[in-house]
């Protein structure tokens, strides 16, 4: 079955760096686009970004541009969301979620924590 898997979060002091990842199963990752999003308390869950299928391009929400990168290994089936210069509101659960064929999955998200 559809599977995708966070890893990568933790704490760490505003300016800091972090990478997630996003393994997946249980279908032909490399002809899916793969979004990250993000819900911070008390707030409802935001998109972050979205890379294509091939990787060949992303989008980004004007509160990371510039800050945050998604990318892709379609031999590793991964996606990856490395974030820098992290600020206090990027706190949040981080999710990466796949739409296929109309239904969408998501992970169970990995906690970012932005404070010193």
């Known amino acids: 079955q559809v599977q995708v898997v966070e890893s990568g979060g933790g704490q760490v002091q505003p300016g800091g760096s972090l990478r997630l990842s996003c393994a997946a199963s249980g279908f032909t990752f490399s002809s899916y686009a793969m979004n990250w999003y993000r819900q911070a308390p008390g707030k409802e869950r935001e998109l972050v970004g979205t890379i294509t299928s091939a990787g060949s391009d992303t989008r980004y929400a004007d509160s990371v541009k510039g800050r945050f990168t998604i990318s892709r290994d379609n031999a590793k089936n991964t996606v990856y969301l490395q974030m820098n210069s992290l600020k206090p509101e990027d706190t949040a659960v981080y999710y990466c979620?796949?739409?296929?064929?109309?239904?969408?999955?998501w992970g169970q998200g990995t906690q970012v924590t932005v404070s010193s």
């Open positions: 979620k796949v739409v296929i064929l109309l239904r969408q999955y």
